[in-house]
């Protein structure tokens, strides 16, 4: 059995009424019932609606529009590494509308729901989100619609430059997490506390690997 989670949110009284009524109707009480048949629904919901969702996303993603090719173009030239959620939604709003339903369509149903970007982390002072932007992903996606040629003359964006930048941009992450590994270490962490620390890089570790990186941290530390 999964892990159980609590969760709280707003839904309206009158279904929710109606919810605990069916399940009191059907067991007689509702301790113990009431979260196994809100599970039950959800997964239910899910089971209807994915398949129907992923089949309307990968017509969207087969066949872009001039829209989703500039959103990416611009997002690629601009923010080719990370870029905050407030920056890409006021893009959209000042090129395609401010619609809500515009932001969703672009944004979460074609941006984050495509991989080409993903969240990162949200800012403490307020609610925006930092986002990774996944270079190699546009690049590739971009390549299927705009040849090299036109993405070079056109937009001036050279595939040959992310490379470069890519190689570079991880081995200096690498470099910092191992710095940051033996820093934990030498304050006293243990391997699980510092495997749950590592998430702020935006990676998610074994204990195994974490484990191999502190002692490669420690031994160039001493060396």
Do not use: C
């Not at 173009?73 to 709003?93: A, G, H, T």
């Not at 986002?131 to 299927?144: A, H």
């Not at 056109?154 to 200096?172: L, P, Q, S, V, W």
């Amino acid at each position: 059995m999964s892990q159980k989670v609590k969760i709280y949110i707003y839904v309206d009284s009158d279904i929710w009424d109606a919810f605990k009524n069916y399940v009191f109707s059907k067991y007689g009480t509702l301790h113990k019932y009431l979260g196994d048949e809100i599970s039950r629904a959800l997964d239910s919901y899910l089971k209807d609606a994915q398949p129907t969702h992923i089949q309307e996303f990968e017509h969207m993603i087969s066949k872009p529009n001039k829209k989703h090719l500039k959103l990416l173009v611009w997002l690629l030239k601009n923010y080719p590494k990370e870029v905050l959620y407030s920056e890409i939604k006021l893009f959209i709003n000042d090129y395609y509308g401010i619609d809500k339903r515009t932001v969703k369509k672009y944004l979460h149903d074609f941006l984050i729901q495509g991989n080409f970007v993903k969240t990162l982390k949200p800012i403490k002072a307020n609610s925006d989100w930092i986002l990774k932007v996944n270079t190699d992903r546009i690049l590739n996606y971009l390549g299927k619609f705009i040849s090299e040629e036109e993405l070079r003359e056109k937009y001036g964006i050279y595939k040959e430059t992310f490379a470069h930048e890519e190689e570079t941009k991880e081995k200096e992450k690498k470099s910092e997490l191992k710095e940051y590994v033996a820093e934990r270490l030498e304050a006293g962490d243990s391997l699980d506390e510092i495997k749950e620390k590592v998430e702020d890089f935006g990676v998610e570790l074994s204990k195994k690997v974490v484990r191999s990186i502190a002692r490669k941290a420690m031994r160039d530390k001493h060396a």
